[in-house]
């Protein structure tokens, strides 16, 4: 029996060896087989090739492979695992998303023409005009970078049918660095965004830099009436260095078209290749910079015009688009004062989302506000989403709200200034009739770090809230004796619609009444009590996690909870109840990582879990706890739970005793 058992092994090996050079040779000389040799495969050994593809071949493939019912889903997520690391959690149900994500990590890579290790070991099969085609074809976002200056080049030149593509699917441009506007070469970087931001259908804009008048322009005709006087100014000398240029050129029959090659015979050569076109020379940039001749202009209609070929955007007025959003990375003082000043004439934006280098002053919120009231008192007015970080301290959220009563999603972060004398506003005070006026908030993100937070506050804006569907709060401190079970009472007396709770970083463990209060009548969907301290002044941890599960199975539209940072430990198999009795949860995602469950009590938890089992296959989040410490009974753990539940781990270290106090505290 030994022998025979031992030969079959081998024979297994033999198998699988063979089985991996074929597959090696099928990804090799794919272009030779052809799809159809690919197809005509039986299903199982087809799928067990996908992993062994490339990028662009599963791409290829995957149209005809849907037609025969075979998702590649694990091929784009054996990509990923290759890209992040095997330890990664890849949260992607389907092969669309997977695929989405894969070409939106590597498309900015290989552009650039950056690297990762994953990139060097594919170099032959990402630096390709195909995957870059394949890539645009999915992603949404094109990030812009000024420092190499090449690529963006050839979008002007040998990749214009890739512009044209990025122009058709690209909805969000971002800009990484600063836009000298007062250089030639700056110009390439200028057409690249007026194709995709006027011509294309891109509305949302990230700017990652503090850059004032780099700012001015992107801003300038797209939305706000705002003229910035400095930008005025230096378009106009352009403009005006442009013609100078253009009327000493005319007697040689030369046109005004800086930074570009404009001969006769190239002309006459577009007309016969119209995607080859001619491009900003660098070497006469450079020679002509350091003469100090450099003539350009900053003139879009000028310059699209100069560069549009036969394939691109029409002859005559170059439209003008419309930023909806705009997220503002680094914004500082001198990005905020013009920010401010395009603000009450800013029709179009929906979406506002502006992060400080550090915290704003007060004199910035204030100012900001004054803008946005401007804005708010406009019937044209279309903000709806607010986001700041990071405001000074909390009552300047009251500001923000008086100041654009009619927002339905507000995101604010705040931030204790530790040193200095704090400013207190003197601005116009909202009637008290108002300040209890209701509230159109749907949306509602609190992030706080301060040494104590007002609560009433925040109840006060709650209370006027009752259309509110989603609340996050993370990180309130109350003075020494105080609760936060008031925070837990008025949810449950005035935010009937909510939909969506987490409470993060927040000290419950005194609220167990008000949390059972809420769940009796609530219609939520998600919820997520993380790093909450619940069980830790339970006096019957497990009685009481009891309670917590009975009325969380009275929730039936529940599907998403996570109990994550709670020190659930050996308490975790009572969660197993969650799906036991006539009546079982709806959840179909648990999470409980960095709990500090170990493997003998996941083990147990397994076999709880088998004896209630979840009605829908169950996605539970593991991570962050310390299976190594038995990776065999962790192992055993989690082959027992893979026939119901989609666990998702990754490793951890022992030996990080630091990690372990944290999660153990």
Not at 227 to 232: A, D, F, G, R, T
Not at 284 to 312: H, I, M, R, Y
Not at 433 to 461: C, G, N
Request: with cysteine; aromatic share 4%.
């Amino acid at each position: 029996m030994r022998n025979t058992a031992h030969k079959a092994d081998k024979r297994n090996q033999k198998e699988i060896c063979l089985k991996e050079i074929c597959f090696k040779a099928v990804r090799k000389d794919f272009a030779a087989l052809g799809i159809e040799a690919v197809i005509d495969l039986p299903t199982p050994l087809i799928k067990d090739l996908l992993p062994h593809l490339t990028v662009c071949q599963l791409d290829e493939l995957q149209p005809a492979l849907n037609q025969r019912g075979i998702s590649t889903h694990s091929g784009w997520v054996g990509i990923l695992q290759d890209i992040c690391g095997p330890n990664h959690v890849i949260g992607f149900d389907t092969e669309e998303e997977a695929k989405v994500e894969v070409m939106r990590m590597l498309f900015t890579v290989v552009f650039y023409g950056f690297t990762n290790n994953f990139v060097k070991r594919n170099i032959t099969n990402l630096n390709t005009p195909s995957f870059l085609w394949a890539a645009a074809k999915c992603i949404k976002h094109f990030l812009l970078t000024t420092s190499i200056h090449e690529p963006l080049q050839s979008l002007t030149a040998e990749q214009r049918p890739l512009l044209n593509l990025l122009e058709k699917r690209i909805r969000s441009v971002g800009v990484s660095q600063s836009i000298d506007l007062s250089k030639r070469k700056t110009q390439t970087a200028l057409y690249v965004l007026h194709r995709l931001l006027d011509h294309g259908v891109a509305k949302e804009l990230v700017v990652h830099v503090q850059c004032p008048i780099m700012l001015a322009w992107l801003l300038h005709g797209r939305g706000s009436q705002y003229v910035n006087p400095e930008l005025k100014n230096l378009m106009q000398s352009k403009k005006a260095s442009c013609i100078t240029q253009a009327a000493s050129a005319s007697a040689d029959g030369a046109s005004c078209s800086p930074g570009l090659e404009t001969r006769a015979s190239e002309d006459q050569d577009d007309e016969v290749t119209p995607c080859k076109r001619s491009k900003l020379d660098s070497v006469s940039v450079e020679e002509e910079e350091e003469s100090g001749k450099a003539n350009f202009t900053l003139d879009l209609q000028v310059l699209c015009q100069t560069l549009s070929p036969c394939d691109g955007p029409s002859a005559g007025a170059c439209p003008w688009g419309q930023i909806d959003c705009l997220e503002i990375r680094q914004c500082g003082s001198d990005s905020l004062r013009v920010l401010n000043s395009a603000l009450p004439t800013f029709f179009c934006l929906r979406s506002l989302t502006l992060h400080s280098i550090s915290i704003f002053r007060d004199l910035d919120v204030l100012g900001l506000a004054r803008a946005l009231k401007q804005l708010s008192e406009s019937s044209r007015s279309s903000l709806t989403d607010l986001s700041i970080s990071v405001l000074p301290y909390t009552k300047l959220m009251e500001v923000l709200l008086d100041a654009c009563p009619n927002v339905t999603s507000l995101h604010v972060e705040v931030q204790t200034v530790m040193w200095g004398s704090r400013f207190s506003p003197h601005h116009p005070r909202t009637a008290a009739s108002d300040m209890s006026a209701e509230l159109p908030l749907e949306k509602l993100t609190v992030k706080v770090a301060e040494l104590q937070t007002d609560l009433h506050f925040v109840t006060s804006v709650l209370r006027r809230s009752p259309h509110l569907t989603s609340l996050h709060v993370a990180g309130m401190r109350l003075p020494t004796g105080s609760s936060q079970s008031q925070l837990l009472t008025t949810l449950s007396e005035s935010n009937h619609f909510l939909r969506s709770l987490n409470l993060e970083d927040l000290k419950l463990s005194d609220c167990l009444p008000e949390i059972l209060n809420l769940l009796r009548d609530c219609k939520l969907e998600v919820l997520r009590f993380n790093d909450c301290r619940l069980l830790e002044k339970w006096s019957d941890k497990e009685e009481s996690l009891q309670q917590l599960v009975a009325a969380l199975k009275t929730v039936p539209s529940l599907h998403t909870l996570s109990l994550a940072q709670n020190r659930l430990a050996k308490n975790v198999c009572v969660l197993a109840e969650l799906f036991s009795g006539s009546s079982p949860s709806s959840v179909k995602r648990l999470d409980i990582s960095s709990n500090f469950i170990q493997p003998a009590e996941l083990l147990e938890f397994a076999k709880r879990l088998r004896t209630h089992c979840p009605p829908h296959r169950l996605t539970l989040d593991l991570r962050k706890n310390p299976g190594d410490r038995d990776s065999d009974t962790w192992n055993t753990a989690l082959k027992g739970l893979r026939p119901f539940c989609v666990p998702l781990v990754e490793g951890w270290k022992s030996t990080d005793s630091m990690a372990d106090h944290i999660s153990n505290m």
